[in-house]
């Protein structure tokens, strides 16, 4: 145990002198304070022409008949909020000569009721103005049959504008609520874990071929030094982590009121303690399970510029991982057959179980045994990377082979 706290101290000191370390802990705290307080100076950088020169964006609507020009402009400057909506007469040259001109953004030439073309400069791949037009001009259309079917125009009006009163109750998870703080979340264990699991490599290959390692191994226990440089890396990257997503709580607080109007944002930091509890757990134990894997490996590197090739199954399983669970996310279906295997997988569950309970609703037994196996499997990885560990001392010139490695694990 002495060994393993001086190895741990030795290692916590190393991260936190680190200037890269440092520098980026740094640069992440003072972004998210430059984005946490933007609604809050952005009206600093304002000024009177600014204000004045802020107008929407012109769209050309041309009526197929004159008769309903009025309320061709009504219901499409009611649908299209976003745009200064203007009734035109001018014939389709003038019109796109407008728009390539930059006078007009858009246009669209009704030519029968239920026809029409849309014209556009640039046809952006988020343009969702013929769908709204659709439903315009299938309004319009409608409005007009009962009119002329003998309901009149006040009657047809309230008809076609009747609200309906919903009310949803969810009896799990709403994921649209959880999947942003979800995302950032697995994001963040995403980034972590690479970058901390390559630290570990990288470190632990620098020792070795300084010769440095020969030394340690010969006074200090292996299991102590792998656990000691692996928790080292976790609780360095843990205080990473919650020094920017405590200071983003902060940030987020003081300016609380200018936030409000941000579904996005509200949803972001209104996470339940449950979800921040298991989020913790899953991250320590996930980090533990790739970062032994990464230190056996940077182990039997020969020389510190194999690490890349080295740790690139790792990697790869990893990448892996976050596919699935990305994808599941996008698909809004977490629960597929898929994601339950790999709930159970210890190389997977970290991320895998942790969106389904984020976004679905789990058996409190199927969490814990996702846990216990978890637990079982960092624990013996560890052991095992501590005996790859003191194998890997002694292999120096090519890369050693896995069978050797099987063979010096085994005789250890």
């Known amino acids: 145990m002495k060994q393993f706290r001086k190895i741990l101290n030795f290692e916590l000191k190393y991260y936190f002198k680190n200037k890269i370390f440092v520098g980026i802990t740094i640069f992440l705290v003072l972004l998210i304070a430059v984005v946490m307080f933007f609604p809050r100076i952005s009206p600093l950088f304002k000024n009177d022409a600014d204000n004045s020169s802020e107008q929407l964006p012109v769209m050309l609507v041309k009526a197929y008949d004159r008769d309903n020009a009025d309320i061709v402009y009504e219901t499409f400057a009611a649908a299209f909020t976003d745009y200064d ?63 002329e079917g003998g309901m009149s125009p006040d009657k047809a009006t309230e008809v076609m504008s009747i609200q309906i009163n919903s009310r949803v109750e969810s009896l799990g998870k709403d994921q649209a609520q959880n999947f942003f703080y979800t995302y950032i979340m697995i994001f963040a264990l995403y980034m972590v874990i690479l970058l901390y699991g390559q630290m570990v490599a990288t470190n632990v290959a620098t020792e070795k071929s300084s010769r440095a390692m020969e030394l340690l191994i010969t006074s200090a226990k292996p299991t102590s030094m792998m656990f000691g440089k692996v928790i080292a890396s976790c609780l360095a990257g843990f205080i990473q982590i919650v020094t920017v997503f405590g200071s983003a709580l902060i940030f987020y607080n003081l300016n609380k ?30 980090f533990l399970i790739y970062a032994f894997m990464f230190g056996a490996v940077g182990s039997t590197a020969s020389k510190l510029e194999d690490i890349n090739t080295s740790v690139m199954p790792i990697t790869m399983l990893f990448v892996i991982a976050f596919i699935v669970v990305m994808t599941s996310m996008s698909s809004g279906n977490v629960d597929n057959t898929l994601m339950k295997i790999c709930s159970y997988i210890p190389f997977t569950s970290p991320m895998s179980m942790f969106t389904r309970i984020a976004m679905s609703t789990v058996a409190w037994y199927e969490i814990a045994l996702s846990i216990v196996i978890l637990i079982g499997s960092t624990v013996g990885i560890g052991i095992l990377a501590a005996k790859i560990y003191r194998a890997g001392v002694l292999m120096y010139g090519t890369t050693p082979k896995i069978t050797n490695i099987i063979k010096a694990v085994w005789k250890a």
């Open 85 to 147: 909506v203007q009734i035109t007469d001018s014939d389709t040259k003038d019109i796109k000569k407008a728009i390539t001109e930059g006078d007009a953004d858009s246009a669209f030439i009704m030519t029968a009721p239920s026809e029409y073309t849309y014209y556009v400069n640039n046809l952006s791949m988020y343009d969702m103005n013929t769908e709204t037009a659709n439903s315009v001009l299938q309004k319009i259309y409608q409005m007009n049959a009962m009119v």
């Open 257 to 286: 009121t200018y936030w409000k109007d941000s579904m996005i944002i509200k949803s972001i930091f209104n996470i339940p303690p449950t979800l921040l509890l298991y989020m913790l757990i899953f991250f320590v134990l996930g």
